[in-house]
């Protein structure tokens, strides 16, 4: 059974900056792709930057580009997302998920983690 868990959001003010973590218990990430993904509030939810384990490829959505960073750790089976200069539209539940081998859809979702940007 495959367990994701983040971490990290909270409440900033426009132009501030958060990490958050997603950790991952009953599997390595090792040959998968992890995602981070974003649900606003009357909002469909939307694809937000996804690497791939092994080699470290990194995709982007453009309305994060140059702002948000994500990242690795295989040492401690945990996936990062590094949020810079954040926007209220930001706002959002951000969830992290994985899929593994040549599954097509991700198949596991963490529970979510509330950022909340001010102006």
């Known amino acids: 059974q495959v367990h994701l868990v983040e971490s990290g959001g909270g409440l900033v003010q426009a132009g501030g900056s958060l990490r958050l973590s997603c950790a991952a218990s009953?599997?390595?990430?090792?040959?998968?792709?992890m995602g981070w993904f974003r649900q606003a509030p009357g909002k469909e939810r939307e694809f937000v930057a996804s690497?791939?384990?092994?080699?470290?490829?990194?995709f982007y959505a453009d309305s994060v580009k140059g702002r948000f960073t994500i990242s690795r750790d295989s040492a401690k089976n945990t996936g990062t997302l590094q949020m810079n200069s954040l926007k209220p539209e930001d706002t959002a539940v951000y969830y992290c998920?994985?899929?593994?081998?040549?599954?097509?859809?991700?198949?596991?979702w963490g529970q979510g983690t509330q950022v909340t940007v001010y102006s």
């Open positions: 998920a994985a899929r593994w081998g040549a599954a097509a859809v991700y198949e596991y």
């Open positions: 009953g599997r390595t990430f090792g040959t998968s792709n």
């Open positions: 690497i791939r384990w092994s080699g470290g490829t990194t």
